[in-house]
């Protein structure tokens, strides 16, 4: 695992525009057989993955993006759940492996949260297989209540409206302590 004081990587975290679609699918396509079972809670052949990514787009899901160069190498995305009945929001992350434990995950789930709340959402769904460590860590971060359901593990994010003063749309517990 790398220092948490390393610098991050060269790319950026951006929205993904619609004609960013096939550098979403192709990402997904690269992730290798763990990562893609860690993302869709099981296995997924390549010709789910890549309707999957079209739904996506299609749909409306917001997908933020780690991007280097004309490459994604890392997603973070937020689909609507009208049939609740509080504004919510489910959430998915995938990261190449090469860039795991870089702080990718915590920057792309950092932009979705500021994304959520500019949606109304009041309420942030994840749900990962009960092993995905990395994924329950980077959710307790974000003060996610986990619980296990039905086979998986379900977290949920009640997010607070923003606070005067904090930067950004949203500041982790971590950051928390020094303000």
Do not use: W
């Amino acid at each position: 695992m790398q220092s948490p004081f390393t610098t991050f990587p060269p790319g950026t975290i951006r929205q993904l525009r619609p004609s960013d679609l096939p550098r979403f699918r192709d990402h997904l396509l690269r992730l290798d057989s763990e990562s893609r079972r860690d993302r869709f809670n099981g296995m997924a052949d390549d010709n789910y993955v890549a309707s999957y990514a079209e739904r996506c787009f299609a749909q409306g899901t917001t997908v933020i993006g780690y991007v280097e160069g004309d490459k994604v190498l890392g997603a973070a995305e937020l689909h609507e759940r009208p049939e609740l009945p509080e504004p919510t929001g489910e959430i998915a992350f995938s990261v190449e492996r090469k860039l795991q434990h870089m702080g990718i995950g915590r920057r792309l789930f950092e932009r979705l949260i500021g994304n959520a709340r500019g949606l109304g959402y009041t309420k942030l769904r994840v749900t990962t297989h009960p092993h995905n460590e990395a994924m329950k860590a980077l959710a307790r971060r974000f003060d996610a209540m986990l619980s296990f359901e039905e086979g998986e593990t379900v977290g949920v994010i009640d997010l607070d409206p923003p606070v005067a003063g904090r930067r950004g749309f949203f500041m982790s517990p971590a950051e928390r302590m020094f303000t």
